[in-house]
């Protein structure tokens, strides 16, 4: 009986202690990410807005508080058209990469054996080792008037299509930059649902769509999303795209 209560007494402690260590050691190892997103993320960050305060006096930028420059650029109609309309191009991208890489991240991770896996994960990877602009400059040469998809249609008696500098272009351009990332991100977090829920859903007779909408995507929302705000940051900042396919 003493044994017992002693034993219980204890518990708390070795818990408390246990707790106690794992938030040290957790801190210990995450100061490293902390003062390196203070350092090359938070101070450029600051140090960029305070120079917007400056002022340019005999072609030299002098410390000052002027915030002209903010009152000239949020004064525009052009800066505003400009922030609404790329606000829109990125939230469609996001939608619009989600919802294409859904089904592939699905795929290679409910379909594929463990080696087919990691060789469509490195096949998604590879696209990386080329440089994004190389591969929006590629595009120019299919999506163009007198370009290789035309070019295919046209024995069909179909187009041209005008593809390129317009809408379909710079979404084209953002499939590029994020479609491979996105299908990443989200089969990482598939590859963690507990596949008994899915098993469960069948004995209950739940069908395969019903599954999918009600099982595996509620179980992994946090990485779907996460995998969408990655591609609407990534659209939200990108001028190659606009630029070179977007006209």
Not at 5 to 33: C, H, I, N
Not at 43 to 51: N, T
Request: with cysteine.
């Amino acid at each position: 009986m003493l044994a017992r209560r002693a034993a219980a007494g204890q518990a708390p402690v070795e818990d408390a202690r246990m707790r106690k260590t794992v938030s040290v050691y957790g801190l210990t190892f995450s100061m490293p990410m902390l003062l390196w997103q203070l350092i090359f993320f938070l101070a450029p960050l600051v140090f960029l807005i305070a120079l917007s305060f400056w002022s340019v006096r005999n072609f030299r930028m002098e410390p000052d508080f002027n915030p002209d420059n903010w009152s000239r650029m949020l004064g525009r109609s052009v800066f505003w058209e400009a922030y609404f309309r790329t606000l829109l191009l990125s939230a469609s991208a996001a939608v619009l990469t989600s919802a294409l890489a859904f089904p592939a991240s699905y795929a290679i991770a409910f379909k594929l054996s463990d080696a087919a896996r990691r060789w469509a994960i490195f096949l998604m990877v590879i696209p990386f080792f080329t440089s994004y602009l190389v591969r929006v400059y590629s595009w120019q040469i299919f999506l163009s008037d007198n370009g290789i998809i035309n070019a295919a249609l046209a024995p069909l008696g179909l187009g041209p299509f005008p593809m390129l500098n317009s809408t379909f272009g710079t979404m084209v351009g953002y499939l590029t930059l994020c479609l491979p990332l996105v299908i990443l991100l989200q089969l990482f977090s598939l590859i963690f649902v507990d596949r008994t829920l899915i098993e469960a859903a069948h004995n209950l007779r739940c069908a395969r769509l019903r599954t999918v909408f009600e099982v595996v995507v509620p179980a992994a929302r946090v990485g779907l999303t996460i995998a969408a705000l990655f591609c609407f940051i990534l659209t939200f900042g990108d001028f190659v795209s606009p630029l070179y396919l977007g006209g």
